[in-house]
Structures are given as C-alpha cells and as structure tokens.
C-alpha cells in the first residue's frame, strides 16, 4: 500500500541535542511538507519541497532544517537553536498541481 | 493572507444525531478546501477534497459542501456514531505556493 511512513512515533531529546525525524514516502509524489502541531494552535507550516534539492522556509522554519536528497525522502532535523520542541510533527506530501494533500502518523517529540 | 475558522471548538452530540461542521476562510481565490479527521495521538485522515469549481463531494455518510463566494464550507456528517469522535479539520489551497492553510479543528464527541 502507499503511504508516509514517519519515524519514531515517540523521541524524547535532551537539552542541547539535535535530532532528526524520518518521513518516507512511496507515492510518487513530487511536493512534501513539515508541520507542527500544538495544542491549541492548529498546524503550522515548517519547511516544504517540491522538488529534489530545493526546498523553502514556512511560517516557523527557525531552529529546524531539511534536506531532499532523494523524492521519497525528507527528513527534519530538529537543532538545539529550537527553544521549544516539544510538539507532535507531521509529514505530509501530495502531487504537484491542485491535488489533495496525504498526511503521515506524526513523530511527538518531548524534551527531556 | 489567508485565515480558516472553525466555530464552535468542541461539540457535544447524541448519537443517531444529523450534524453539521462549519468552516469560513477570508480569502476566496482558493484552489481547492480538504476536510481531515484527527483522532487522539494520530496524523491527519482525509475525508474529503472539493476543488474550487465543485459544489460538494460525498462520501458515505459524509457529505462536505463549499461556497467559495461567500468563504464557507460547511461537512455533513449523517446519523453520528461514537465512532466518529475525533477532531475534524479544514484546510483551503491557496496561493502561488500552493500553501495548505488550516483551521484549529472541532472536536466533536458522540455520546452513545
């Protein structure tokens, strides 16, 4: 079946740490997404890419950074320039054009 | 720029009860609106996708209509179980970077 696969569905990171959240996707799609959501605040957009090796900042791209090394592949990496983690991250990615988007499981990451 | 509201936050039915979730967003010149399903801990499940020249889209027991002139959409959702507790989200299309803009979600709970 296709699908977003992200990974871990739970990491827990120290002060000072960076870590990296997987997201994996076998959809032949060209365009994909981060976001993070908070209680209360809905989905905010992180980084996104609609095509290998390029990528652009969303709304709140401070503290976080990406690649796109391959289509299927874009991995967020969380830096300790981040002041506050903690939040439960999703990946999403959809077809170039007026498609619809597809969302993965999410990571909830928990500063220790 | 682009913002989606959704009135009331939570919603408290009894089950078999016909519901309707309404969504507005301020800027009518969207691509196209998509409506999720949230359960606790989990990523986004799409229900339905009305793209911008379409009126309304079924599926089952959910029916999500959209009137772009005004900025609304409204889902319908038929007969409602206790399985379909879970936060139910907008989101509308727009923009040259096609950027996916999201409301904060109702959380609706269906009392058996």
């Known amino acids: 079946d296709g699908g977003i696969t992200q990974s871990p569905k739970y990491l827990f990171r120290k002060e000072g740490q960076n870590v990296t959240l997987s997201c994996e996707q076998n959809?032949?799609?060209?365009?994909m997404y981060w976001y993070r959501q908070d209680p209360g605040q809905g989905l905010r957009l992180i980084y996104y890419?609609?095509?290998?090796?390029?990528?652009q900042k969303g709304d709140i791209a401070e503290g976080y950074s990406v690649s796109r090394e391959k289509k299927e592949s874009f991995p967020l990496t969380v830096t300790s320039a981040q002041k506050n983690p903690t939040a439960f991250y999703l990946c999403?990615?959809?077809?170039?054009?007026?498609?619809?988007?597809?969302f993965g499981s999410g990571t909830r990451l928990t500063v220790v | 720029k682009q913002e989606v509201t959704q009135i009331p936050a939570a919603l408290s039915v009894p089950e078999g009860e016909n519901l309707v979730l309404n969504c507005s967003f301020t800027?009518?010149?969207?691509?196209?609106l998509q409506w999720f399903r949230q359960d606790p801990g989990k990523g986004l499940t799409s229900l339905l996708l009305?793209?911008?020249?379409?009126r309304e889209q079924t599926s089952g027991r959910l029916n999500a209509s959209l009137d772009k002139s005004s900025g609304r959409s409204t889902l319908y959702i038929a007969a409602s179980q206790p399985g379909d507790s879970a936060t139910y989200l907008c989101?509308?299309?727009?923009?040259?970077?096609?950027?996916?803009?999201f409301g904060k979600g109702i959380t609706l709970s269906v009392r058996p």
């Open positions: 959809l032949n799609h060209d365009a």
């Open positions: 009305i793209q911008s020249s379409q």
């Open positions: 989101a509308v299309l727009a923009g040259a970077n096609s950027k996916l803009t």
């Open positions: 999403a990615s959809r077809p170039l054009g007026i498609y619809g988007y597809t």
């Open positions: 800027d009518s010149a969207i691509y196209n």
């Open positions: 890419s609609q095509i290998v090796n390029d990528f």
